[in-house]
C-alpha cells in the first residue's frame, strides 16, 4: 500500500489462467475475482445462497416446499345399489313366470290328511296341476289343465279317502270338462301358485309388503312374506309366505288353502303337456259335496 492507496493487484504472468473464487459456471459473472473487497464477496454470497434456496424448493415442490397438502376429497353422495326385498321377490317370480319343469309337491292342511300335489309345466305353454281331493270336500281327485284351446276340471277318480262315502255321488270316472269361467265353487285354488298369482309378485307397482322371512321347514331358496297393503280392494293373491329357487321354482309357499313344499328336484320339461283323460261336455265338480239326500221317516200305517 503506497500513499495510502490499495496497491493494484498484481497482473500474472502472461498465458497465466486465474482460477474464479466461486466454482459455479453460471455465475462466473457474477463472482469478481480473487483481490477484490471482501464486501463486494458477501454480496456474491447471499446471491448464490438465495439461488440455491430457489432451485431446491423448486426441485422439492412435489414435497410441498411452501404449499400446504391438500385435504382429502369430500365423499359425495353414494348411490344405494342394493335390492329391497320387493324387488328381490319380484325378480324370482319374473323367473318363475318361465320356467318349465315337472315336480312334486307336499300339501298339508287342516282337517285333511297329507296330499301330494303334482304339476308339469310343458315348453309350448300347456301345463297342468293335479290336486288331490280337490273337489266334492276331499271324495274327488282333481287335476286342472290349460292349452291354448282353454280351462278344462279333470276328474281323475275317486280320493283315496272316500273309502266308498257317500255312494249317492256314483261313480267318479275320469273325464275332462271345459271351464269357461273358473268361479269360487269349483276353484281348487292351489293352481294359483303356479299360474296367475306369478304376475302381481312380477308387477311392483301392485299394492304388496314384502319382507325377506325365515325358510319354511323344508322350504329352500329365499322366502319373502307378502301381505297387501290396499284394504279397499280385493287382494289379487292370498298374503302369506313364497318361496322361490334361484332358477324360479316354487320351493314352498304357506298360504290360506295350507302349505306346500317342494318334495324332491324337478324333471326337465316335456315339449307339451297331454290331457290326463277324454273331453266330454257337462259340469264341472264343485269343491264342496253337496249334502246327502235325506231319508224320509216311515210313514204311518
Request: net charge neutral; charged share 15%.
Amino acid at each position: 500500500m503506497r500513499g495510502g492507496k490499495l496497491a493494484s493487484p498484481a497482473r500474472g504472468r502472461p498465458g497465466e489462467h486465474r482460477q474464479p473464487t466461486v466454482g459455479v459456471r453460471n455465475l462466473r459473472a457474477s463472482v469478481p475475482q480473487s483481490g477484490h473487497r471482501v464486501d463486494n464477496n458477501e454480496r456474491v454470497r447471499s446471491r448464490v445462497t438465495g439461488w440455491l434456496a430457489t432451485t431446491a424448493c423448486a426441485a422439492l415442490f412435489a414435497a410441498g416446499c411452501g404449499t400446504p397438502a391438500p385435504s382429502d376429497p369430500v365423499p359425495g353422495p353414494t348411490i344405494e345399489t342394493r335390492l329391497t326385498d320387493r324387488d328381490r321377490l319380484a325378480g324370482l317370480a319374473a323367473a318363475a313366470k318361465d320356467r318349465r319343469y315337472v315336480g312334486a309337491y307336499t300339501w298339508t292342511s287342516a282337517n285333511q290328511p297329507e296330499r301330494r300335489v303334482s304339476v308339469a309345466f310343458g315348453s309350448d305353454g300347456t301345463w297342468i296341476v293335479a290336486v288331490p281331493g280337490g273337489a266334492l270336500s276331499g271324495l274327488a281327485d282333481i287335476a286342472l289343465y290349460r292349452s291354448l284351446v282353454g280351462l278344462f276340471q279333470c276328474v281323475l277318480g275317486s280320493s283315496a279317502t272316500r273309502n266308498g262315502a257317500r255312494p249317492d255321488l256314483g261313480p267318479l270316472d275320469p273325464v275332462c270338462v271345459a271351464i269357461p269361467s273358473l268361479t269360487a265353487a269349483h276353484d281348487p285354488r292351489v293352481h294359483h301358485l303356479f299360474t296367475d298369482w306369478i304376475d302381481p309378485l312380477v308387477d311392483r307397482a301392485t299394492a304388496l309388503s314384502v319382507a325377506a322371512t325365515d325358510n319354511l321347514p323344508g322350504a329352500t331358496g329365499s322366502c319373502f312374506s307378502v301381505e297387501s297393503n290396499s284394504a279397499a280392494l280385493a287382494p289379487p293373491l292370498d298374503p302369506g309366505v313364497y318361496c322361490y329357487s334361484d332358477d324360479g321354482v316354487l320351493t314352498g309357499a304357506r298360504v290360506s288353502f295350507g302349505t306346500l313344499i317342494l318334495s324332491g328336484p324337478v324333471s326337465p320339461a316335456p315339449s307339451s303337456v297331454a290331457l290326463p283323460a277324454v273331453v266330454a261336455p257337462g259340469t264341472p265338480l264343485p269343491t264342496t259335496a253337496p249334502p246327502p239326500p235325506t231319508t224320509a221317516p216311515p210313514t204311518a200305517s
